[in-house]
């Protein structure tokens, strides 16, 4: 049997019935998934877009009881630069994606059921023992990354349900095709939602798979949810990379509010898209200034490699001060004073920045 086809079925045991709040019963056995943007309608014995949620017997399942990646990571690797600067965020990832994007930097498990060449094994394990990692090892964040969690945000809160009582935040690092359904749902548990925002035409969006509009209408929702959100671009040459995308892209957060941080990031080839080269220094700059002209107070620029710049420090809005100095995922200095600039006494916009790190 090809491994793919084995993983489909192994997958498919590690499942749970969705979530009520996630799915609609609707004629003849169908299904409406609301777990995120593309609203599957989905008949007897078919899976999603997604494929790893499915209709069995006229019930929707969900993935369960698994992670395919898991480790401890900075939290500044998500990127969140403004929640508990310098801690260590508990990372897991499970398989599949709702998107296929072709310079995917995780595609071995997101494209998982999708691209034959994807093949991630999963690694069993209860939402107990991963809430006892974190614990354990004092880690005060947990996050549902390398995937997109949104297809899986049924069994997230299972684990973060456990965790809230010990005091831990969680996090989703998430592509923001959601829909309000799976905000509202998720809301009780999540603090910190990390969102791509790929670019700003809907033709080249949806060669992505996804929708612009919806990642605008869901970076807009979890402002107004209070959520604690930060952006990423990732700038690949020729895909996103024009100055006057960059600025709708710019405009369009510093209308949602100045405070979102937005990352920049350099794009390296991988999977399908090799041809273009690496991002040069100089377009993140340029990113960087029309962030800033548009409004932006806080624009990052990132996966660098080690090359040690200033715009991955954190500066007081009101007077400059160094606030938080990076070099990669390192905070060198947290020069915070209970969350506020320690010259003027600004506070910094974020989540758990009282926390020492
Ligand atoms: S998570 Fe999205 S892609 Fe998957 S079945 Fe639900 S609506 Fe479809």
New binding site residues.
């Given amino acids: 049997m090809p491994a793919s086809t084995q993983l489909k079925e192994l997958l498919a045991d590690n499942t749970m019935p969705a979530a009520p709040e996630l799915t609609i019963m609707e004629k003849n056995q169908r299904v409406r998934?609301?777990?995120?943007?593309?609203?599957?309608r989905?008949g007897l014995g078919k899976?999603?877009?997604?494929r790893?949620?499915f209709n069995d017997n006229g019930q929707l399942r969900a993935p369960a009881g698994y992670v395919a990646g898991l480790n401890v990571d900075p939290i500044e690797k998500k990127p969140l630069y403004h929640a508990f600067p310098g801690c260590d965020a508990l990372s897991f990832g499970m398989l599949g994606c709702?998107y296929h994007c072709s310079f995917c930097q995780n595609w071995i498990s997101s494209q998982t059921l999708r691209d034959k060449r994807a093949v991630a094994m999963p690694n069993f394990v209860t939402p107990e023992k991963l809430v006892s990692l974190a614990t354990t090892n004092n880690v005060p964040v947990i996050v549902s990354t390398y995937n997109e969690p949104?297809?899986t945000a049924d069994w997230a809160v299972e684990i973060f349900k456990l965790a809230k009582p010990h005091g831990i935040t969680c996090g989703f690092v998430s592509n923001g095709n959601a829909t309000p359904e799976v905000l509202e749902y998720i809301r009780p548990y999540v603090d910190l939602y990390k969102v791509d925002l790929k670019g700003f035409d809907d033709k080249r969006y949806r060669s992505l798979g996804g929708v612009l509009q919806t990642v605008l209408d869901t970076i807009r929702l979890l402002v107004q949810m209070e959520f604690w959100v930060e952006v990423v671009t990732l700038v690949v040459p020729g895909f996103n990379d024009s100055t006057q995308e960059l600025q709708r892209i710019a405009e369009f957060l510093a209308g949602v509010s100045p405070d979102l941080p937005w990352h920049v990031t350099a794009f390296h080839p991988d999977y399908h898209m090799t041809d273009p080269s690496p991002t040069p220094i100089n377009t993140l700059l340029r990113a960087h200034d029309i962030g800033t002209q548009a409004g932006l107070n806080y624009v990052y620029m990132g996966n660098l490699a080690g090359r040690k710049h200033a715009f991955e420090d954190t500066r007081c809005v009101k007077c400059d001060e160094l606030l938080i100095e990076r070099h990669g995922f390192s905070v060198e200095k947290n020069r915070l004073r209970d969350g506020r600039c320690p010259k003027c006494n600004t506070p910094l916009p974020g989540f758990g920045l009282t926390r020492p790190s």
């Fill in positions: 998934c609301l777990a995120c943007g593309h609203r599957c989905i899976s999603g877009v997604c790893v949620r709702d949104l297809i």
